[in-house]
């Protein structure tokens, strides 16, 4: 059977392939997913899933353990999100999740071709969402189109969901309310993220916060005049030494010695209006990192700390800094090696490949902390191979769409399949 699955994942990848390029043909920042969201619905609907519409709010998500609702320019109205099933009744047995929002083309001039005009070169698409993580949706409907042909009783049984979501990339809000206001759960849930064919079992708490830094403005030959966009990086400093002592006292165990865990990013600075002033105020805003054993409340509270101690330190503040949060209010998690759904991914993936995916975890997040730590659920990523995510020409390997929807039917086939069929 195995056979007839990969000559079936053969013969429809190329219609998979133009599937992901009109899902990066149509940009879908925070905001705007909606088109994307269309074709996602209409390939659903054609291989023969049912497709229910999830509406999602534009006003401040409520949910306790939401995340900050990010400030954008345009949001599209009347939002919503995708839930694809196998028809029938009763609960799902797994969940397919990929987010379909993507982060912003910074500086498209420096791309190659432009970010949201996928091009294919030398084995790789191209565009903003290639890989992170438009590339799921072609993995998973890839496996499912092959399914489909090779088993197609397969679900006549036990039911599977596929759910495109909004807002991974900056609350989690889109995953978050697709359980709590429309009930979309599932005994296990496999996240269709980039992960370079090996299992992401977790990652660290993620929490973004804006600074805003205010003092008196002056001409540039002053040496008086404090500079605001100077004060936010001394900050900025600050945040970055605490960081460096919170991996000596903090360690994350399973994430190589090599790799940082808690990483300060300064996204932004807003300030300025003129070359020979100094500026009176500047707007920063930061990503940071805390170990998994912290809540969002905890790291908030020793953030602050830290800001303060600096401002306290420094006699050049004379205005107390602002700090607001702004979009991830993210718990750590992690799933064990030993979980199920982590056992058969691997079996699933070694049968296809001839050995065993890495497993590991990073200093970043994904949409299975809403399952694992908000509702108990396991909840694993597993897809594609790419680089360049979050930066300029993003790509995917082509050829890892189909080695990992070789390994998502397989797994596919233990979850679902009959005897005979497996």
Known sequence: MFNDLDRAIDAHRETMFAFLEDLVRAPSTVGSEQAAMQIFARQA????????????PNAKVTDARAGITPPVGLLTPDRYQVLATTPGEGDLTLLLNGHMDVVPADSPELWTTPPFEPSRRDGRL???????????????????????????????EKRLGFVAVVEEECTGNGTLLSISEHGVTADEVVLLEPTDLGLLLGGVGILWIDIKIVTEA??????????????????????RCWADELHRSDPEPNIGSNERAYN???????????????????????????????????AEARIRTVIADTVEADPDFSIKPVVTLSGFRAKGHFIERDAALVRDLTQAHAEAHGAPPPAFMLGSTSDARVYLEDYGIPAVCYGARGANLHGVDEYVELSSIVDAARTLARFLLIRFGRKGER
């Open 126 to 156: 191209y565009g903003r969402g290639a890989v992170d993580m438009k590339s799921g949706f072609a993995v998973g409907m890839l496996a499912l189109r092959a399914l489909r042909d090779v088993v197609p009783n397969l679900f006549a």
């Open 218 to 239: 002056g001409h540039a030959y002053s040496a008086a005049a404090v500079n605001a966009i100077e004060l936010g990086m001394r900050l900025v400093t600050g945040l």
């Open 264 to 298: 300060i990013n300064l996204g932004k600075v807003v300030a300025g209006d003129w070359t020979s002033s100094a500026p009176a105020a500047a707007s920063l805003s930061v990503r940071i990192g805390f170990p998994r054993g912290w809540t969002p409340d905890e």
């Open 45 to 56: 609907e054609a291989l023969g899933l049912d497709v229910r519409r999830l509406p999602f």
